[in-house]
């Protein structure tokens, strides 16, 4: 089965255990292998590839999507109503949910998770999310004990009130961030609570034995009937992607949580025998490197402009065999608000190394690189070098596990150069604001954040806030056309370049290749929720 994604909106997985080789409708184990160790379970902190369906499966949001759908529906809300003014949402609880302690829910867990999601000691790469919250400025500066827009009416009622209308608040209230987390334990665990979860989610975690696996188990009293449809996901760490292939066609594992390795690309997709096996997804994914824009010299606009245009985007491509398009522009085609018409920085040495010049660096500089060491990543950053090289830069690549590299970008003063591949951008929600506040808006330049250009342009923070609370239908066009300005204005100002927009693939094993087999997200490995598909047929 072909599948188009829409990845960053998800969906409920109902297929999850129905394939030929596990028990009708309930029951069955699949094991699920990664490279690197998951970094965190904690849904205010984790925000990568590896971690985000995984906590997914662990925790519950108010809201949710409709499986197979971009279209909102309440999960832990029973139900919600909106202010005529569009700023009070008011939402209440579906009564008996309990956490995996055993302890049920109330509508001061909502406002405890929102509270600490914009604490700033939680360092939350999410934070910027809940601007439009009453109180948000305050909170997220610690000049106030939570957030005031936040209320609780009674156990089972929880009052939003915004500052502003947001078209994308009820987005906001499904990301994994908004997810609900039981004060008790975040306070028992502290700063390891993500190595601790516990949430209201389909899985609970049974077994963390950092190096070799996590063990997700079915929770009995989770609230959606007949969910979840897997006994128990095993997720193998330490397992080097060429070699979970193998153990996949000798059916050891179940997923290749990695994908399949860049080197036996050509080889699996033309096997007959991987048939049905292999997912392949169009998603709302931009990759690039990011340039710090608070570290010499790439706080000097000519300098990013230059390495912009000394980047060779269809090189690049060709050495992921084709399986991405070049891009020019932080927004992907699929996204609403991508500008056809923009042309973007053009591959141009001799006039990158006459912009070096006119910036003052006709010897050109050293730098460094970072870069996460799952293959292609290295072999992309080795290109990135050769290409900063032929304009005179000279870049050391750190290759190291991601969890590392998303550190190092949330540090202000310690990654120059940042190459986003094997991260990158998926979209959380399938709206232009969602490529904006976290990797490039002021509320993502934050100690843990994913702004790691470290790039804030006050004027177009106002002009983003502006367009979301164009809440109103018949405002949907010219808020569309105004994010377009801002992203390619964003793209003048040159804090990125974008390399590509990128096809996923994902492999899977015989078992859960059938017609009625897991749904495999090529972007998160699926457990109980995945990423939204959009059928092409068989």
């Known amino acids: 089965m072909k599948n188009k994604l829409l990845a960053g909106v998800a969906a409920t997985a109902m297929t999850l255990g129905a394939g030929t080789a596990l028990a009708d409708n309930m029951g069955g184990n699949i094991i699920v292998t990664y490279k ?30 409709e499986p197979g759908t971009t279209e909102l529906v309440p999960d832990l809300a029973e139900s919600y109503t909106i202010s005529d003014d569009g700023l009070v949402y008011t939402f209440k609880l579906k009564p008996g949910v309990k956490f995996h302690n055993g302890r049920e829910l109330v509508a001061s867990d909502v406002k405890y998770t929102l ?25 997220s500066a610690g000049e106030a004990d939570g957030l005031s827009g936040v209320n609780v009416l009674d156990d089972q009622t929880v009052e939003i009130t915004l500052s502003r209308p947001d078209a994308t608040f009820l987005h906001v209230m499904a990301l994994n961030f908004a997810h609900v987390v ?18 209201t989610g389909a899985y609970e975690m049974t077994d963390w034995t950092l190096g070799q696996h996590v063990i997700f188990s079915r929770f009995d009293d989770y609230h959606h ?29 179940d997923i290749a949580g990695d994908g399949i390795p860049p080197a036996k690309f050509l080889e699996v997709t033309n ?3 991987f048939d049905g096996s292999i997912v392949e997804g169009s ?43 070049p891009a020019n522009q932080p927004l992907p085609p699929l996204m609403p608000g991508y500008d056809e018409s923009y042309e973007g920085f053009k591959f141009d040495p001799d006039a990158a190394k006459a912009l070096l ?10 730098t460094e690189l970072y870069v996460a060491n799952t293959d292609p990543q290295p072999r992309i950053a080795q290109a990135i070098q050769q290409d900063l090289s032929n304009i005179g830069i000279k870049a050391e690549i750190k290759s190291l596990a991601q969890a590392n590299v998303i ?68 405002q949907a066009e010219a808020r569309i056309e105004e994010w377009k300005k801002i992203f390619t204005e964003i793209q003048n100002e040159a804090p990125w370049v974008p390399v590509f927009n990128e096809q996923r693939f994902t492999i899977r094993s015989k078992r859960l290749a059938g017609p009625e087999g897991i749904f495999v997200d090529p972007v998160h490995i699926p457990v109980h929720y995945d990423h939204v598909y959009i059928s092409e047929g068989n």
Not at 239 to 247: G, N
Not at 307 to 316: E, L, P, Q
Not at 434 to 463: K, M, Q
């Open 36 to 65: 690197d160790d998951v970094s965190t379970l904690d849904p205010a902190i984790g925000y990568d590839w590896q971690n985000w369906s995984m906590i997914k499966s662990l925790f519950d949001g108010l809201m949710d999507y």
């Open 115 to 139: 509270d600490r999601v914009v604490n700033p000691e939680t360092q939350s790469p999410g934070a910027g999310f809940f601007g439009a919250i009453d109180g948000f400025d305050a909170a």
């Open 182 to 199: 039981p004060k008790e334990v975040v306070e028992e665990h502290g700063q390891d609570f993500g190595k601790h979860p516990v949430g």
């Open 225 to 253: 009937e007949g969910l979840p449809k897997l006994d128990q996901i095993t997720f193998e760490v330490g397992q080097e992607p060429i070699v979970a292939l193998l153990r996949l066609e000798r059916g050891e594992i």
């Open 271 to 273: 096997n007959p025998e």
């Open 283 to 325: 998603q709302l994914h931009t990759g690039y490197i990011t340039l710090n824009t608070q570290m010499a010299p790439f706080d000097n606009l000519k300098v990013r402009q230059a390495v912009n245009m000394a980047i060779n985007k269809d090189r690049i491509v060709r050495i992921i065999n084709g399986r991405a398009v």
């Open 357 to 366: 010049a006119e910036a003052g660096f006709a010897d050109g500089f050293t």
């Open 407 to 474: 550190a190092a970008g949330g540090e202000k003063d310690q990654a120059p150069i940042i190459w986003s591949g094997g991260m990158a951008w998926i979209a959380d929600f399938p709206d232009p604001s969602n490529f904006y506040g976290p990797i490039l808006g002021c509320g993502g330049a934050v100690p843990g954040g994913w702004n790691w250009a470290w790039y804030c342009n006050p004027e177009l923070d106002e002009r983003a806030t502006a367009a979301d609370a164009m809440a109103d239908p018949s």
